[in-house]
């Protein structure tokens, strides 16, 4: 089974896609780092050199075909960026016929606890942010709820993690995953 996560920044998709993967016995990647290794680059550096965000798409997609094709006989889990279900990454994925793609979902409040931040090198940043950062930080996980849930419609499933701990969301997809499994069996 070819498994995608997608969902919005921070929402948790690397930290349960890994974690899932290893329940299951799953290969893991996560795309974002899949793309810095390809190039060589930080994704920051490489979405510098385009002027639209399809442009860095179409760049990029080549790494998630590249994880698709190399990978046919194996069972794999793939964290994907918030834009994983537009255009160049979407057409990537409809050529896996095995695949299953999970929206993860989170109130934004919930993600905001966990928010990473990184600067252009991909090093990650130790900040503890101040009430107005929180408010804006705030801000911008809703309107990205808002924006990337209209592609997030394309997602097989959907999960909510509203409140549940890692391993409660493991135990949550697992069994989705089972009950897709069974549903194919008979």
């Known amino acids: 089974m070819k498994i995608f996560l997608v969902g919005i920044s ?3 998709k690397t930290t349960i896609g890994k974690e899932l993967a290893k329940t299951l016995g799953y290969q893991f990647f996560d795309l974002d780092i899949e793309i ?4 060589k680059k930080s994704i920051s550096q490489i979405q510098s050199m385009f002027l639209t965000g399809y442009s860095y798409r179409d760049y990029v997609a080549i790494v998630l075909k590249k994880i698709i094709d190399e990978n046919k006989n194996i069972n794999y889990i793939v964290a994907l960026p918030p ?3 537009r255009d160049c990454f979407l057409r990537a ?3 896996e016929e095995e695949r299953i793609v999970i929206a993860l979902h989170d109130q934004p409040e919930n993600i905001l ?3 990473t931040l990184y600067d252009d090198n991909s090093n990650k940043i130790e900040k503890t942010l101040c009430e107005k950062e929180k408010k804006l930080y705030l801000r911008e996980l809703r309107l990205d709820n808002t924006y990337f849930n209209r592609t ?5 499933h959907h999960v909510n993690i509203d409140g549940l701990s890692i391993n409660e969301c493991v135990e949550k997809i ?3 995953i089972v009950g ?4 194919k069996s008979i």
């Open 10 to 12: 921070c929402v948790g």
């Open 36 to 39: 810095e290794s390809y190039f």
């Open 83 to 85: 834009s994983g279900l």
């Open 93 to 95: 994925l409809k050529k």
């Open 113 to 115: 606890k966990r928010l």
């Open 152 to 156: 997030y419609k394309r997602a097989n």
């Open 174 to 176: 697992e069994d989705l």
């Open 180 to 183: 897709i499994e069974t549903n």
